[in-house]
């Protein structure tokens, strides 16, 4: 790879980083705020979704009739991509905080992946290697649960962190729906799921009424970077990510992510360190590290 494009492939790694770690820094300041959960994935999706079926339409191109199967795949990629993760991730992190978030996240998504490859994917099935690298990670999960002390009994929050659990489970089932989507250029695909996910978003929001409170700027300026740079840039950055390198990239950047999402934790939210997460993370990352050596 030519000098100038290893520059621009790490400089968008390092983009994709900054935007992906301060996002669980972002959701965990709009948490305190008191946003509404219930309201946090169609805040999230609205204008990512309206910005990219415009530009469909700007560039020629044409979303496909409802009739068309690719609404019912996309559209559960966007329910379970979007709008599920994005509202367990608000009402988990109300009391979770946004390090532990990431590790959670990270660390067990491609965990859950493992094992629903095994039973969706045929060409990706269980082995002696995935098997053992699950339960070293498991292990770093499970390790997550116990008290600070470290005792058998469960944390005081495992209730919020299961919720954050789920997050990852969403991942990992919208990443097997992708697997079995029909072909569809980039930006249709993208634009179905944002529009799924976005009406579903907001009747789920409907139904719990509209915010009362008055919104401060610091608010209303994080929930613009979630829902631009977040939601809508940093696909895009995926995406290329995965052109120019491949998805072991994106591998090695979920291991990074949860290192600077605690440090902006401590920095801009006032987290404290625990080295019960930290162990946590070197455990689940020696897992999936394990579960992937058969691959390179």
Do not use: C
Not at 163 to 183: E, F, G, T, W
Request: no cysteine.
């Amino acid at each position: 790879m030519p000098s100038s494009a290893k520059f621009r492939l790490y400089t968008i790694v390092a983009l994709v980083i900054l935007i992906w770690s301060t996002g669980y820094t972002l959701m965990g300041y709009t948490m305190m705020k008191g946003f509404p959960p219930a309201w946090l994935p169609a805040a999230r999706t609205t204008l990512p979704a309206l910005a990219i079926t415009l530009y469909i339409y700007m560039s020629g191109n044409r979303l496909p009739p409802l009739k068309d199967m690719r609404w019912f795949w996309y559209g559960l990629m966007g329910f379970l991509g979007m709008t599920a993760p994005f509202y367990l991730q608000a009402k988990g992190q109300m009391v979770v905080e946004s390090g532990l978030a990431s590790i959670l996240i990270n660390g067990s998504m491609p965990l859950f992946t493992i094992i629903l490859v095994h039973f969706f994917v045929k060409s990706e099935r269980l082995n002696l290697r995935k098997t053992l690298g699950f339960g070293v990670g498991a292990i770093g999960v499970f390790l997550l649960f116990l008290s600070e002390t470290l005792s058998w009994k469960l944390h005081f929050n495992w209730q919020a962190q299961t919720l954050v659990l789920m997050v990852a489970l969403s991942y990992a089932l919208a990443s097997i729906v992708a697997k079995r989507a029909p072909d569809t250029p980039a930006s249709v695909g993208a634009a179905i799921m944002l529009i799924a996910a976005t009406i579903v978003a907001l009747v789920m929001a409907a139904s719990s009424g509209l915010p009362t409170e008055n919104m401060p700027g610091g608010l209303i300026i994080a929930l613009f970077v979630l829902s631009i740079f977040y939601t809508g840039l940093s696909d895009i950055l995926y995406l290329k990510i995965i052109k120019s390198s491949g998805p072991m990239m994106i591998a090695k950047i979920n291991y990074i992510v949860p290192v600077f999402a605690l440090i902006f934790g401590m920095i801009f939210l006032g987290e404290g360190f625990s080295w019960r997460s930290v162990a946590a993370m070197m455990i689940i990352i020696t897992g999936l590290l394990i579960a992937r050596s058969d691959e390179d």
